[in-house]
């Protein structure tokens, strides 16, 4: 798609518009934004993460989430579970940013929106959702197991095993085939 001036005329691709240029640029940008939100609404994650900053920076430091602002939250993060169950990653990882928005304190958020997005291809984007989701509660096992698989994943593998540990150490089962897995790459230090 190109845009140009062709003798102070819009021009896109030899086509001439008939707009001034101030009206010209606003129509360009218009289409550049609606370009951009399309994805959104098509369960493409490529810019969703977008939308958690927005709410983050209205967010003042010590305060907490509303019960509307929870209760939104809990419906998008439930909207996000059943995304995943069908499979569709991409529109699962768009819901639970909204509810990351929503509340920022909301753990189970954090991980799922860190699996959907290592489902994704984009395990360096997942890791500090899991990492956010240990910090919200520590006793959430399910989010070392998620750190742990993503950090054995992108060849981590003594991070991953402290994950494990962990997972472990609150009475967390994990599965024996990663552990397997994971011990075949790099020997479990507890067992040394």
Known sequence: MVFYFDNGKPTYDGFTFSLDKGKFV??????MCIGFALPLFNGDIANAELLHPVKNAKMVADQSPTAEEKAAARKHFELGVALAREGKWGGAAVEYYKAIG??????????NLGVALAQNGRTEKAIPHHVRAIELNPKLPQARVNL????????????????????????????????????????????K
């Open 26 to 31: 606003v129509l360009v940008l218009l289409v």
């Open 102 to 111: 929503e509340d920022d304190t909301l753990a189970e958020a954090h991980t």
């Open 148 to 191: 742990a698989v993503e950090l054995a994943h992108i060849g981590r593998y003594s991070d991953a095993w402290a994950a494990v540990h962990a997972a472990q150490d609150l009475g967390h089962i994990v599965n024996d085939d990663f552990l397997k897995l994971l011990a075949a790459r790099f020997p479990d230090p507890r067992k």
